[in-house]
Each structure stands twice: as structure tokens, then as C-alpha cells.
């Protein structure tokens, strides 16, 4: 009894020892293939970074602010609101809701933000998550995007001070 089970643990061992060597053959495989996937996507022409929108351009030297919003989210409900309150004529850019329907308008109606209701003009500023804060150059040139996850991402980004913020 004694032999039978030093020779089944001596089979294990070697069953270990080979499922090892299987196991690093594997990775080894798995390294050549992520290597090969990364020359393969170096060789790939990468899309354009910069995107324009000339609906987004402006006459006056003043970037725009394009909030991208969804009709069913809450939280593109109230940054709406929030850029409402703190759009005028006296800021140094203009503002923009763009939303694929018209319940997006009435978040900022009555106010100095401007509704863009257009759904393949979503789809063409293509953010991956909403509310996001776009900026364009006064060329209609995209700068940067960011995701708006508060009220006060949303004045950070816009460069409200903390006094102007209270009275918005």
C-alpha cells in the first residue's frame, strides 16, 4: 500500500511539473499574440484626434460650450439647469445643450444656453458617456471633452469663480 501511494504522489508531482511546462508554453503564446496585436494596431492609421464642428464655430473670438446630454438621465437634467444658471452675455464664451430630443430644450429655455436638438449631430461629437462638457475654439474646433460629474465639475470647467458660483 505504501508503494502504490509513493508512486501516485511521485505521478502528481510530475503531473504538476508538467501542466507548469503547459502553462508557460501558453503564456508564452498569449505574450506573442498581445505583441503581435500591438504592432498590428501601430500599423492601423489612427483616426483623426480633432474634430470639428462648424455649427459650433463662432463670429465673435468666443470658444463654445457644448453640453452633450441624454433625455433620461437626471444628472443631464440638473448640469442643464446648472449651465442655465450661469450662462449670460457677460461671459467670455457661449453655451450650447446638444440633446437628440426636445425635452433637452425645455432644461435650458429661457435662458442664454442655446438647445442643439440633433441626433445625428450626437452621434457625429460622439462623447461615451453623458453629461459630457465639450469645448470648441471660436473655429468650430474641438479642445478638449470632459464628463460632468457634479455641479461643481461643471463651474471648475467652466472657470466660474466660488463668488459667482453662489449667486448663480
Same mark, same amino acid.
Request: hydrophobic fraction near 50%; include cysteine; charged fraction near 20%.
Given at each position: ?5 509513493d ?25 506573442q ?7 498590428a494596431?501601430?500599423a ?22 457644448v ?11 440638473e ?17 450650447? %445643450?446638444?440633446? !437628440?430630443a =426636445?425635452?433637452?430644450? +425645455? &432644461?435650458?429655455?429661457g435662458?442664454q444656453?442655446?438647445?442643439?436638438? #440633433? /441626433?445625428?449631430l ?11 462638457? %465639450?469645448?470648441? !475654439?471660436? =473655429?468650430g474646433?474641438? +479642445? &478638449?471633452r ?8 461643471? #463651474? /471648475? ?12
Amino acid at each position: 500500500m505504501r508503494a502504490f501511494l509513493d508512486s501516485l504522489a511521485v505521478l502528481s508531482f510530475l503531473g504538476t511539473v508538467l501542466l507548469l511546462f503547459a502553462f508557460s508554453a501558453l503564456l508564452g503564446m498569449v505574450r506573442q499574440l498581445q505583441s503581435k496585436l500591438v504592432q498590428a494596431q501601430a500599423a492601423v492609421p489612427a483616426a483623426p484626434a480633432v474634430r470639428s464642428v462648424a455649427r459650433f464655430a463662432s463670429d465673435d473670438g468666443l470658444p463654445t460650450f457644448v453640453l452633450v446630454v441624454s433625455e433620461h438621465c437626471p444628472n443631464c437634467r440638473e448640469r442643464s439647469r446648472r449651465l442655465a444658471d450661469t450662462a449670460g452675455p457677460d461671459r467670455p464664451w457661449h453655451a450650447v %445643450v446638444l440633446g !437628440s430630443a =426636445d425635452r433637452c430644450a +425645455e &432644461w435650458v429655455a429661457g435662458s442664454q444656453v442655446v438647445p442643439v436638438i #440633433d /441626433a445625428a449631430l450626437v452621434g457625429t461629437v460622439a462623447v461615451g458617456a453623458t453629461p459630457s462638457l %465639450v469645448k470648441y !475654439s471660436p =473655429d468650430g474646433t474641438e +479642445e &478638449w471633452r470632459r464628463v460632468v460629474g457634479s455641479d461643481e465639475d461643471l #463651474d /471648475a470647467f467652466l472657470a466660474v469663480s466660488p463668488a459667482e458660483r453662489s449667486n448663480a
